[in-house]
């Protein structure tokens, strides 16, 4: 089966470089999460996306912004990186049928700022 | 805002035998799901198990069950037989129910199992 895509698989910066990172859902699903994962940490909540529009919106720094295409694609953009960004990204989907909302993990990226 | 608890920080089992992991959760919601997710050495985060709040009935997969206590907020899961595989970090797990899409996950601390030969 299908899984969540996610690329790069790594991503190495310098202090206040750019990144942007990527999500392709599994196919049909129309909702994408993305969460932060630190050394030792429990995933956090970053922002989601239902049908392209924002849903929820967690813990998100104001130098990172998302959105979703209509491919239903998802891009997690961070700008001015700080050390303290290094972490796991992950994005997550599931499909908003009959209130289930499981959602899916992909494989993450992992993002080391030097 | 709703707050997942592990308290059990690391566990171990042999192989073969049975493990139970704690979780409580503390929420204001009548409707809700929860979720077990294991995060293995490669650091993928995989679904284990999903409960409704709305079901009394406790879920199961495989060698994987969960004991609901909605009342009590509590959330157990049982691992019978363990294998080798089911050693990672395991996270509990809560996301409330809306009417649009997109409700976020909140994990607890993770209980990192170690299944020994």
């Known amino acids: 089966a299908a899984g969540v895509i996610q690329s790069p698989r790594h991503l190495i910066k310098e202090k206040r470089e750019t990144a942007t990172l990527k999500c392709y859902p599994i196919?049909?699903?129309?909702?994408v999460y993305w969460y932060q994962q630190g050394p030792g940490q429990d995933p956090q909540f970053l922002i989601s996306?239902?049908?392209?529009?924002?849903?929820d919106k967690g813990s998100i720094p104001d130098r990172f912004s998302a959105q979703q295409f209509s491919d239903y694609h998802s891009e997690l953009n961070m700008s001015s990186l700080e050390l303290g960004d290094s972490a796991l990204y992950f994005c997550?989907?599931?499909?908003?049928?009959?209130?289930?909302?499981?959602?899916?993990f992909g494989p993450g990226t992992r993002l080391t700022v030097l | 805002a709703q707050t997942v608890t592990q308290s059990q920080p690391e566990m171990s089992v042999q192989e073969a035998e049975t493990v139970t992991l704690s979780c409580t959760y503390d929420?204001?919601?009548?409707?809700?799901?929860l979720f077990w997710y294991k995060q293995p050495p490669s650091r993928q985060m995989i679904l284990v198990i999903r409960?409704?709040?709305?079901?009394?009935q406790n879920a199961t997969e495989n060698r994987f069950s969960v004991n609901f206590q909605k009342a009590a907020k509590s959330f157990s899961l049982k691992i019978s037989d363990s294998q080798l595989g089911d050693t990672a970090m395991y996270f509990c797990?809560?996301?409330?129910?809306?009417?649009?899409?997109?409700?976020?996950?909140?994990f607890g601390e993770g209980t990192q199992l170690t299944v020994n030969p």
């Open positions: 997550a989907s599931s499909f908003r049928a009959f209130s289930t909302d499981t959602q899916y």
């Open positions: 196919p049909r699903h129309d909702t």
């Open positions: 996306f239902y049908e392209k529009m924002q849903s």
């Open positions: 929420t204001s919601e009548n409707n809700y799901y």
């Open positions: 409960q409704e709040a709305y079901k009394q």
């Open positions: 797990a809560f996301m409330k129910s809306t009417e649009t899409s997109g409700s976020r996950l909140t």
